[in-house]
């Protein structure tokens, strides 16, 4: 399932605990695909708290407790790592990451917590849900498989890795628009991992934001930049990014486009998608502004000059999903969805 439907399914059971219809949920997936990511902005956007929970690091009594003796009995000391009203809140999210490492004594451990939201005497509070993360077996990581008894406590999904969804993230992140424009023109490259050769750095969504960060620690030392970004997406990848990247002088004066002045469209494809991302980056840095309806009508205006007119509906539609609804209130937008009306009513059969 990609992300941008994984993130609303996690929405609904997070807020399913305050009408008793909360089902823990596992997320499988291959290493980098952003599950770990998926469960912080739940809770972010909801502002409450993430108790993340490593089972790959842990003993069984590290959950359930120690004992110790009150005269004639044995109780258990409850862990503070797990959710307390009175320290974290009334309302969080416990997530147990990385549970397909966690040896078979741990994950056992983890049966009654959760399916039945509580060990011994301890009780997870009412407004925590619970979502756990793994790879799969085939991913080449230290993975155990989930017993049935296990697995049988959870619903399942799989994280698939979906351009649309990473381009739209990495735009409210403040990514790059130079990695952004070139997973647009290589999108096969956003996730690469193939587990029979087992990589060591592999193209995945976590590590493209690495290759952003590369850029601006070594973008002004080229003797640098390559090993960087090879060390973060891999050597091929790597090498086509800095390509890329290098080729970027011949693109055309985006600062003459927000002018309203003529520009060309260039005639190479890796440009025209640099020219795009730079254009959706403008356009979100001039949200709020004053003249932000202008900037828009500008790039609503240029992206009517591509040769291929789905190079612009890709444009204006990255555009809306980072600037929102507002987009349709300029003036241009009329004159840009009556042009490209027939591509539109194409795509949709």
Known sequence: MRPAQLLAVLDREFTSTHEGHHTPVMLWGPPGVGKSQMIAQIADYHKV???????????PTDLRGIPFRIGDKVEWAIPALLPDV???????????????????????????????????????????????????????GVTYTMPAPLANRFSHFEVDAHLDDWVAWAYAHGLDERVIAFLRFRP?????????????AFPSPRSWEFAHRGLQKFGDNPELLLGALQACVGPAAGIELKAFVDNLDNMPDIDAIMRGED?????????????????????IRARGEGNSQEVWGYILEYALNFPQREMGVM???????????EMFTVPQFATWAKDIADVMLYNSN
């Open 49 to 59: 708290p993430v108790i993340d929970i490593r089972l790959s690091q842990m003993e």
């Open 86 to 140: 009175e320290r974290h809140g009334d309302n969080g999210i416990l997530f147990l990451d990385e549970i397909t490492s966690a040896a078979p004594t741990v994950s056992a451990a983890a049966y009654q917590l959760i399916l039945d939201r509580r060990l011994g005497e301890y009780e997870v509070p009412d407004g925590w849900a619970i979502f756990a993360a793994g790879n799969r077996q085939g991913d080449r």
């Open 188 to 200: 096969e490259l956003l996730f690469d991992f193939d587990p029979a050769h087992n990589p060591v």
């Open 263 to 283: 520009v060309s469209v260039p005639k190479e494809i890796d440009l025209q998608y640099a020219v795009a991302a730079s254009l959706v980056g403008r356009a």
């Open 315 to 325: 444009l204006v539609s990255d555009m809306h999903r980072a600037v929102g609804e």
